[in-house]
Each structure stands twice: as C-alpha cells, then as structure tokens.
C-alpha cells in the first residue's frame, strides 16, 4: 500500500490507477489506510523489530496524518464559519487534492461527514498515545481544539452520513445519522483531557471536551439507535460505529439490538449498505434519484465485503474467535488476484450483473455477482484493502487487540486503563456509589439570617472564600481563550452556554506575575531584576438556572423547584467525571418575598434528609468540598485576562432591586390569592389591558409621563373594565390592581418599541433607562406579583429565549417526533432537523411573533415540556407523529375549559357543561381559555400539559385518579374485525346495529370533546399510516386527503408502511383541516375503510378514494335515520354554542346541526357513527367503484 502514498503530500488517492494530477484522496481512506500501516508498525514494535522499516512504517503513517491536518489548517476560515453557524456551506472539505493536499473546490460534493473528522481525531489519539509524535506546535494543537468544537454539537447537525448521500432517497438533503453522532462521541471520549503532544507535552497542550456536548451526544445516540436515520431503519455504517474503531455504545441492549438489524444486510459477498441502495448497480444512472426510483434497486443491492473484515476485528475483541474464523474463511473466497500484484486485493463490492436481477429478485442470494475489478472505471480500493489487512494481522496473531486500541475503547470506561497523558477533565465511567455535593449560598446577610431561623445552613459570596463564585456566563468568556490563535484567526470556543455537568465542577486557575522589582548593581551598569509571583484561585460556578438574564422560570418557585431536582437526577445519571459532582443551590430574595417561599423552605429543609427523589446529597461548605469534587484546570486562560475585574468572582448581587431590607418590599399577593384560581373576569382585563393599541393613538411624551410615573397610576389609565365588571369585587382587590397595572404598562412599552426599538432612552437623566430596561425591571415586577401574562409578553417583546431551547428540540426530533412552528390563525412551519439556537429563535419570531407576541414564550415552553416528558415517559406521546405546538395550546385550552365546566358543575361533563352557557370572549377576541392559558404559571401550564396528554390515553389515570376516557378509535378496527366476517349488506348491517357501548354513561359532549382533543393532538390509532398505506395499494388512482391527493406512486415506491416519510407526508396534508372534530371522523373514516378492505382481499379501488364523500354520505345518512331536516346553512347559527379557539372558514358538512350531533354521538354504540361510515363506505362500494373483474363469482360478496 505504501507504494500508492504521495511523496510530496504524504496522501493516498481514492483512485490509484488515475493520473495523479486528476486524482484526489478522501480524509476517511486515508485514515483507514494510516491505521494499517500504524498497526504493522505496532506488530513489529511488539516483536521488538529495530530495522529501518518499522521507523518507515511509524513514519508514513505520521506523514499521512499530518497531511489531512495540514490540509484542514489551509481551511481554518471555514472551521471558524462552522463552528458558530453548523451550516453545511462552510463545512470542511473531506477531499483534498492528491498532489498538493489543498481542499478540492467547485465539484459540487457532500462534503459535511462528522463522521470522517471524529474518526480522525480519535485514531490520532490512537496513535499518539502509542509514542507517535503527530501534533509538532502549538499552532497546531489549537487547530485540534477547533476540532472538537466542530464535533461537540454533532447531536443536532444533519450530514450526509459515511455514504455522502444523505436520506436513503438520495435528493441531495442532510439528516441525523446515529454512526456520526456515535463517532464523534468516540473522539470527545478519547480526546478530553488529553495531551496532544503526548509525553512531551505540558499543561497548554491538554485538550478540552464539553462534558454537557458528550452528554446530549450520548443520550441522542441511546434514543436513535437501533435505526440509522429517519430514513433508514439500519445501515452497515453502524458496525465501525458499534465495534471497531470506535465502541461508541457498551450497554449490551443497544448493542444487540442494533447488531440484529444490521444483520438483515448480510449477503454471501459482504454487507449491504442499506436496503434499496442504488449505488453500484447496473440500474444506476443518475447521480440524484427522481421520485419512484428507488423501489427498482430492492433485493440487487451491491454487496461490500470489507464488512466482513470489520467482523473479523469485532469478533476478536470480543474473543468470538470460532466466528472469526468464519467470517475469515468467507472473505477467502472473495478475495481476487490481479495479475500486476503480488498479494491478494479485497473487491469494493460485489453487483448483480444485468442478465441476473429478474432471477435476483425472484430469488434473493440465487445469482452469482460480480466484483467491481470487472469493471473498467472501478479502481482498487485502499479502505477496505487496509480493514482487511488489520483483520488479517489479528488472524495471524501478529497483532494484538491492545496494539489496535492503546485506549482500551472496546472495554467499558470503569475497565480502561489509567493514561499517564490524562487530566482531571477526562471523561471516564459512572461513580459506583453517586453522591452529589449541595452548597447552598444565600444572596445576602438579611437572607442568610432569616433561613437560619428555618433551620438552613447557607453561605454567603463572601464567605466562600478563598473560593470565587462565577456565573456560568464568566465561564463561558473565560472559555473564549480556549483554542484562540490569532495566526489562524481561530477566535476560540464559540459563546455556547454551560450545561449543568459544566457547572458541577470546580475550576482552577494558576497566574505567574510578572513585575519589575527593583536594579541590582553588578559590576558598574545596574540590571533590572523581574521578580515572579505564582497565585491560584478555585472557582465555584452555580447553574444558568439562577442567573439573573435567565428564563422567567426563577419566578415560579413550583417550576424551580422542578428544574433543581431534574438537574440533580441528570447529574446522577450522566456524570462521567473523576470526582462528586457539585450543586450550588443560590437562594435570592426575591424567591423568598414572593409567591411559593413556604415551599422552597420545605424543600431547603427536606435537603437535609440527604435524598431527592431518589439521588443521594449530601450537604456542607463548599470549601470542605474541593478535596472530593472534580475538578478542572483552565490551563488555556492568559495571565493579565485574570486580572480583569468581570472575573475577580461575585462578591454581592446586583439585581437592579429597589429595596435595601426586608422591610422596604412592595406589598405582593396574598398566598390565599395566588393559591386559588384566577377569576375570569380579571383574566378577561389583564388581557385587554395588554393591548397595544390602547397606546397606538397617544404621544410619545404622554406614554412617557405614563411609564415614569411613580404613584397610583389609575387616573393615567387609558384603558378601564367595562362598567359591569368594574364593579365586580374580583377586580378591586390590590392584587387586581397591580395585574392590570402592569398590563398597561407592558402596553405603554410595547408601543414604545414599535415606535423606536427597545435601545430607545425613556429617561435621560444621570442614570438613563431604555425601554429595554423598563421591559427587566417590569417583568421582574410582574414576576413576583405573578401576572404571567405580562411577564410572558414582555419576555417576547425582550426577545428571551430558554436556553436549552435547541437541546429540546433535538430530544423531540430524535425521539422519531417531528415539530411545526406556528399559529392556528397563521401558518406553521415544520422542523424535521435539528437547528443552532439562533436559527431556532429566528424561526419562532418570524413565524409566530407576527400574529401572536405571547405564544413566542408559550410556544418555547412547551418544547421544553414536551422534551422533558418525552424523557420521562414516551407513552405519553403514542400515536402523535407531529407535534404541533399552536394545536397543542389549542388541545390546552380545551382541556382547561372542560376541567373549569366540571368544576362549575359535576352534573355536565365535556363540551355540555361548557356549551351551557354563552361562550366568553375578551375584547381582543380570544376565548377564556385562551386568556386563562397565557395567566397560568409555568408550573401549572407543564400540569396542564400532562393532564391534556392523559386525557382520553388508556396508558395514564388523570392526577387526580378520575376515570378513564372512552377507548379511542384504535379499537374501532379490533371491533370491526371480530364482526365483520364477509360484505354482505344484510349481514353487516345487523352486525353494526347491535354493537352495544362499551359504556353508556359517557354523554354526547364527552364524545364530542375527546374527538376535538384528538383532532387537536393529532392522536391517531397505532396503525393508521399502515392502513393508509395499505388502501393505496388497493387505489391505483390514489387517495384524496381532503383536496390533495395522495398518488399511489412513488408513495408506495419510495416508502415502507412502517416508513416515518410517510407518516410526514400523510400528516402534511391533513394539516389542511382546520376542524379538529372533522380531522377525528376523517381517521376513523380511514380505520373503517381498511378494515372492510383487509376482510375482503379480492377488492381494489378504480377510481380516486375521496374520504369526504364518504363522511358527508354517513351524516346524511345519519340525518334521515333520525329524522333531522337541513336547515341549508354550513355555518353554524348560534356562535355562542361552539368554542371559538380556531378559525370557523371551513363547512365541513351541509348543515352544522346534524354535523354537530354526527360528531357527537360515539363510535361504537348501535347506530354510532362507525356504524354510519361502514355503511356509506359499502354504499360507495355498490356504485361501482370497485373493480370485480378478477373475482371469482362464488368468492363474490357483493352482488
């Protein structure tokens, strides 16, 4: 092999039989092919060989290292680019030119692989570990840190995988693939807290790896697996993943279970890549696949058998030798000789020649294939020429597997062993016994004293010392320095937050100063003398949970609470450090003077039981703590930044609070207040208060006047209660009037800002506030009077965002879920790849900021609601393909409004107790349920959440132990089946009358309220999309999803029933019905027509299946069987008794009356409503939309 490396360059070509002034060398071969010559050189090293060849060997495989570091180095600006924006378009190169190791630019190729830059650096550690000396600078070892900045946020950048292609589709569009993620998980393991200059190196050189980037790697990785990607069930790329180089996943489950898909691949000439792959067969002739094309290369996938070789390594790691052998003996046979060589050549892949493919597909693994030496443009390949050599040194035993893995990967982290090249930083395997260290720090003196009284222990900043407290943002400006080189223009570690894992450590520094001290005499001239002086500091670091410019959630001490004791349970669950992990618990002011202090006080005093759910603490000063907590050196950080006064550490808060004692605070709400439900007469003014436009006509200077000032603003009003609620004792209490105060306020500001922006100076004076800082101190305000409304408005207007916003949304995404952005008034945008956090932001503003300011905050809380309870429990989201987060708040309100017309009345359940009055509506135009959402605490509204998704799901009790709702309509089909044996009308129709209620209790509105909730969730029964599926395959004309049409093809070429692109394609369309009501009857439609077409095989659609004729003919079919006469309107004639949640431009039926009681009535009573669509189902059966040409008579059911 050694032959074909470039003597210039040190690379070696993807083609070696090319010219070498059009030939160019791929970063993975290369790796590959450096490996192999590394391992040689490690055989001959444990032979104790000292000729001129192992130090050949050992060379060549630094030169081809080096030359792929070099080749990137030319391309630092597009590291820098990437590595704050994650956008494919600066990407680096992974082909570089043969000759000269430039990057190839112009050819249009897929050049982001995260896979191929976390092989490299995890075999550079390989080999540096082993005594090779790779990394000769400085200059260079920045460059590595930039690297592991590049992989650290792999878990959200879709690539195109180790196959550039992408999607098994083949169009050209990026996903997540779990072999990527797994690789670059490998190298942020092997290189954190490693020296890269190996045994020569000093405390600049150790490298840094964010343990909170392998965390969300690791748990993303763990949610993949078994699949490869969206698109591809399992893919070969997984072996190397799995096993050799890169043991990304130990935990046997994940294991088996990958390795038992990936097996369905295996062939007799090797590994298929991924099923219906094209490449390298004889039907490929485009470099991108059209719609439709990819069902043609099923069953003649090209084989590669260097796969083979990876199990020859995999089984000897696993000392499976008997297995080894096997897969040895059936690479023996593949092997070709070429006349030109002396040594054997392991073939690419193995192809189905075009005479074979009809007796290939007939008969899977029958015809004999052909090695791509057969083909003229299909050069020897080094990848699988290297794999096959290391494969067969193992099997010679002239290598061991410690040889191949100095790091030891193959074993799990508690069994690997001690590197003398590590540091504190290195992430190593779980603690046996888990114990976390809780200092609790007390904002001031005042507050410390006054938790003594409780009992509570608690330090103060100042008495930590000699220890600094830093806010995690100071870490992350200290961070900066990490990796900065200014001959690069590498400007460091991009501004990314520190996790939770980052903030359990302590931090140590050390500064050497220098000074001129004074002129010492020798001989006549006098020398200056500089005299050094060595200080250090530790540094404890709280969580970004209670840092001032955090998320409003500090105001709800519920919701803190929560986040303190999820925090702890992930630090249990994911610490990999040496170690305790540490939890700096800060308890301010404001959490005591306002709402919810009696329960952080049970809860500061529970701490001292040493258990939160379940996680073991132990509680103490944070100066006794440094011996047994981990921690880290900031080696990187410069001697005179030290000096600077944002990192001399807190030493007193400064909060922007106008109080100076206990005594001084403004009065806040009754806890009796706060503990009840907000009346809705107040939540009706709060919202109409918030309104802008009661400013829109005012001046600048009155709107001032207004914001400055300082007594009972009343008379300044511009916006009052009507004079009937005015008078209402709901909205005279203080706490009222605080509310809708602050509301005006919020307004006033708003205004503002259309006008001018938020950097806008509203008082010019010796201290000057812009609307920005109006919009700080209100929010703070409104916060502790917990007016959420207002605190949530003005966090949009601020334009805060939660910052784990984007780690939620990779959680949903990887949990198979996709996610739309938007409004139901306005449009929705889907997002099926993870995004950076800026994007993100921007997507949630543009989208939804225009037509609701409010739901920017709501819609961000939810994907952190969302994201935490698809962690906890996963059933909670069965059968909901896509969250939709403006019909999720729309499922919200109703589930709201329901509980709220219970309470008013135990008598009326659902949609009756609420349609018992008239609806009521602010004069802004949203419903009670709408206002009542936005009023709600963070805390309640995940509650309320919780209880919408349990609502109706047989899996989930309400909270409150109530009963279960109705089972849905996933068992409409179960039912149907066990009656509905042949379609013989009188058969079917005495079958369907007679299905009696599984409960009778259930009134008309329960029934109507648990299909609007469905409709809003998108629930549907666990095989709906398999039962699309399967009618399209009896519809050669396809189906019609409400006025789209759904063709056969490529549907049924390009996707599995079990394929997620079709569960997104299906629920694409549906987002076209805006009645979620008639979304409900339009599944249960699909169940009733699949179900009558699975008893009745011989049955095929001619014509286009149009699901709405169907529905429509079942509620006229409905209204004459119960004697209904159309009133010939499609608009309902009395608004007040329809919820107003969404918008009313749809007729979904001819007359709104008999729709309403249609919609009504259950599904699986006598005359129910599947009773109806069955039968309006075989009605359009009998008109002759059925093909029954190739039935036979007697089989015939329908005559």
């Known amino acids: ?419 003398l090249l590590s540091r504190y930083s290195t992430i190593s395997s779980r603690p046996a016994t888990m114990c976390i260290q809780m200092i609790l720090l007390a904002e001031s003196m005042r507050l410390q004293q006054i938790l003594a009284t409780f009992g509570i222990r608690t330090q103060t900043p100042v008495e930590i010392e000699p220890l600094k407290l830093w806010p995690p943002a100071t870490v992350v400006k200290a961070s900066v320095f990490m990796g900065y080189n200014k001959r690069l223009r590498l400007n460091g570690r991009p501004p990314r937050p520190l996790g939770c894992l980052g903030a359990s450590k302590f931090y140590r520094c050390v500064h050497v100063l220098r000074k001129l001290d004074c002129f010492v005499s020798v001989g006549t001239p006098l020398l200056p003398v500089l005299l050094f002086s060595v200080s250090g500091s530790t540094i404890l670091v709280f969580p ?224 000057p506030c812009t609307v920005r800082d109006f919009f700080a101190h209100l929010t703070r305000r409104a916060g502790l009077n917990q007016t959420w409304t207002v605190v949530r408005l003005a966090s949009a207007l601020l334009g805060n965002y939660v910052h784990s916003l984007a780690p939620s949304t990779s959680s949903i995404l990887v949990c198979g879920k996709q996610l739309t952005i938007g409004t139901v008034q306005g449009p929705e945008v889907g997002v099926n790849k993870p995004m950076n956090p800026q994007d993100l932001c921007d997507l949630i503003r543009d989208t939804v900021f225009s037509v609701d300011p409010i739901q920017v905050s709501l819609q961000q809380e939810l994907i952190f609601n969302v994201a935490a309870l698809l962690n906890k429990d996963k059933s909670l989201f069965n ?65 309320l959440l919780y209880r919408t998704l349990c609502a109706g799901n047989l899996e989930h009790m309400t909270p409150d132990g109530s009963k279960r709702h109705n089972r849905r309509l996933r068992e409409d089909d179960v039912k149907l089946k066990s009656h509905v044996q042949r379609l013989r009308p009188h058969t079917v129709f005495a079958h369907l009358e007679s299905m009696e209620s599984r409960d009778n209790n259930n009134s008309s509105g329960d029934v109507l309220y648990q299909r609007q909730l469905d409709g809003c969730l998108g629930r549907v029964p666990n095989t709906f999309y398999e039962s699309i599926y399967h009618i399209l395959e009896r519809a050669p004309c396809g189906v019609m999803i409400m006025s789209n049409l759904l063709p056969q093809n490529p549907t049924l070429t390009d996707m599995t029933p079990h394929d997620l692109n079709l569960v997104v394609e299906v629920e694409r369309l549906l987002r076209s019905i805006t009645d979620p009501t008639y979304r409900a009857l339009f599944v249960e439609t699909v169940m009733v027509i699949a179900v009558i077409l699975e008893r009745n095989q011989e049955l095929s659609f001619t014509e286009v299946v149009d699901f709405r004729l169907v529905i429509q003919n079942a509620i006229k079919d409905f209204a004459m069987h119960h004697h209904i006469s159309s009133a010939g309107d499609s608009r309902p004639r009395d608004l007040k008794s329809r919820r107003l949640s969404w918008p009313e431009n749809v007729a979904v039926a001819d007359d709104w009356d008999v729709y309403q009681q249609f919609a009504s009535t259950p599904a699986n009573i006598r005359l129910g409503t599947t009773s109806f669509l069955a039968k309006a189902s075989i009605s359009l059966l009998l008109h002759g939309t059925i093909n029954l040409a190739d039935v036979n008579k007697e089989a015939c059911c329908i005559s």
């Open 544 to 767: 970004h949970l209670f840092e001032d410019q955090s998320f409003y959630f500090c105001y709800d001490i519920s919701a803190l609470i929560e986040e303190v004791k999820n925090d702890l349970i992930f630090l249990s669950k994911w610490w990999r450090m040496k170690g305790r992990p540490n939890y700096c618990f800060l308890v301010k002011e404001d959490m005591i003077i306002g709402h919810g202090r009696e329960e952080l006080i049970r809860f500061l005093v529970s701490l001292q039981n040493n258990y939160v759910d379940g996680v073991r603490i132990v509680l103490g000063r944070a100066q006794n703590f440094v011996a047994t907590g981990c921690i880290d050196h900031l080696d990187f950080f410069p001697d005179w930044a030290a000096q600077l006064e944002e990192f001399e550490g807190l030493k007193q808060f400064y909060g922007g609070r106008s109080f100076r004692s206990l005594t001084d605070l403004p009065k806040l709400p009754n806890e009796e207040d706060l503990n009840q439900r907000m009346p809705a007469v107040l939540v009706m003014a709060i919202t109409d208060a918030a309104n802008r436009q009661h400013f829109s006509g005012k001046p600048d200077n009155e709107i001032i006047t207004f914001l400055c000032h300082e007594e009972d603003r009343r008379e300044f009003w511009p916006y009052h209660p009507p004079e009937a609620a005015a008078k209402c004792p709901e909205l005279q209490s203080a706490f009222a009037v605080r509310a809708i105060g602050y509301a005006q306020e919020v307004a006033a500001l708003h205004e503002l800002m259309h006008r001018h922006g938020l950097d806008y100076v509203v008082r010019a004076n010796e201290d």
């Open 1 to 419: 092999m050694i032959k074909y490396q470039h003597p210039f360059s040190g690379l070696f070509p993807c083609r070696p039989e090319s010219p070498a002034h059009n030939c160019v060398a791929h970063v993975r071969d290369n790796v590959y092919c450096a490996t192999a010559i590394w391992a040689l050189h490690r055989s001959f090293q444990r032979f104790g060989d000292s000729s001129g060849q192992n130090y050949e060997l050992r060379q060549s495989a630094v030169k081809c290292m080096r030359a792929i570091l070099l080749g990137w180095m030319r391309q630092a600006d597009r590291l820098e680019n990437f590595k704050m924006t994650q956008n494919l378009e600066t990407c680096l190169h992974t082909r570089l030119d043969y000759e000269t190791g430039t990057p190839v630019e112009g050819t249009g190729y897929k050049h982001l692989q995260i896979d191929c830059v976390g092989l490299y650096l995890l075999q550079l550690t390989q080999m540096i570990i082993s005594g090779l000396q790779i990394i000769h600078t400085k200059v260079e070892a920045a460059f590595i840190q930039n690297l592991i900045f590049y992989l650290e946020r792999a878990y959200r950048i879709p690539d195109y995988g180790m196959w550039e292609r992408g999607s098994k589709q083949n169009r050209d569009i990026t996903e997540l693939h779990a072999s990527s993620i797994g690789m670059a998980k490998a190298a942020l393991e092997s290189v954190s807290g490693f020296n890269i200059f190996g045994c020569e190196g000093d405390h600049t050189t150790v490298m840094f790896a964010d343990v909170d980037a392998h965390s969300r790697n690791s748990s993303i990785l763990c949610t993949l697996l078994p699949r490869e990607s969206a698109s591809k069930g399992t893919d070969v790329a997984l072996i190397p993943t799995i096993c050799w180089p890169a043991f990304a996943i130990h935990k046997p489950s994940i294991r088996e279970a990958t390795m038992t898909r990936v097996d369905v691949l295996k062939g007799n000439y090797g590994y298929k890549r991924f099923t219906r792959d094209g490449y390298a067969t004889v039907l490929e002739t485009n470099t991108l696949y059209s719609q439709g094309e990819l069902s043609k290369f099923r069953g003649i996938e090209s084989e590669w058998p260097m796969f083979f070789a990876y199990q020859v390594i995999a089984c000897h790691f696993e000392q499976q030798y008997e297995k080894a052998q096997e897969f040895a003996e059936m690479l023996e046979s593949l092997l070709v000789h070429p006349l030109s060589e002396e040594y054997p050549w392991l073939p690419k892949f193995y192809f189905v020649p075009e005479c074979s493919i009809d007796a290939e597909k007939e008969n899977p693994g029958s015809q004999e294939r052909r090695s791509n030496f057969k083909l003229r443009m299909e050069p020897r390949f080094l990848w699988g020429q290297s794999v096959y050599i290391i494969s067969q040194m193992l099997m010679k035993k002239v290598l061991n597997i410690h040889d191949l893995d100095p790091l030891g990967r193959h074993c799990p982290a508690h069994a690997r062993p001690m590197s």
């Open 879 to 943: 059968n909901i393909a896509i969250i939709r987060l403006g019909w999720f708040l729309e499922a919200m309100k109703l589930q709201l409004e329901a509980e709220e017309a219970r309470e008013a009345d135990g008598q009326c359940e659902g949609v009756d107790a609420m349609s018992s009055g008239p609806e009521v509506v602010s004069q802004c135009g949203r419903s009670l349920g709408a206002c009542r959402l936005q009023s709600l605490s963070p805390s309640s509204l995940k509650s």
